[in-house]
């Protein structure tokens, strides 16, 4: 080949690669230029939470605003598992994010560091039942549950339950299960990690204590969901939802109770009303 030709060649191939190494580098510039545009539920999230939960009106400016950055990284973090043919939606994780993020709006408050994940199941679902009974016997046939919360990972819940407690319903399923991973958290049952403006579980201890022995007394409580006196772990959970869905009724039946789980949970529930 003549050194006219070879020249001639790498003239060529400079004028077909340098336009396109021009326009690749140009494609790169304005593709950086050009603003992401954001998820359509990362960009609403504060306004979708108040349409889904408007109760949420009631927190102050500052809580509203740590609530949908626990509720961000309660997202962020944990996955979302459709049982029993269920398709997940934004919207209900959403909700179930809303309500579990309630209960950890305290400062230094951690997220649910166990919870891996959330299974949401359309209805009430069947588990079977492996711990023995008060005469020591297992029950063959598997009960009926509207959630369970795991120490493992994890926190099972029905659909349906999540949205009768946005009706109005006494029991929020999602406030009772997440309770029990707070209580997980700490090595005393029925009770959380408390922060130190409590000094200790004096104060947790005797309110705690006279309100579960008084709800086993009762045969037909006014407020506290029956439920609550088989243990002080679920009495526990029963009086964060009666807080949560109840919260005047709770504040009149039982007005040290509700003053402890004010303080506690770092807000007050007395105005709140849930859609009937």
Known sequence: MSQEALVAIVVAVALIVGPLATLRALSKRAAAQTPQRPAPLES????????????LAHLTPELRQRHVERVRAFLASKRFIGCGGLEVTKEMKLVVAGLACLLVLRPHAELFPAV??????????????????EFGLVDDEPQERIGESWQGDRVILSWEDVQAALAGDGVNVVAHEFAHQLDDESPFEGAPHLPREFNGYERWSRVMQREFERLQRHRRPPVLDPYGAESPAEFFGVATEAF??????LAQHHAELYELLRDYYGFDTRDWAWSA
């Open 44 to 55: 609403n999230i504060e306004a979708e939470l108040l349409a889904q939960l408007p109760v």
């Open 244 to 249: 949560i869905q109840r919260g005047a009724d």
């Open 116 to 133: 891996k994940a959330v299974l949401l199941y359309p209805g009430a679902f069947l588990v079977p039942v492996n711990e023995p009974d």
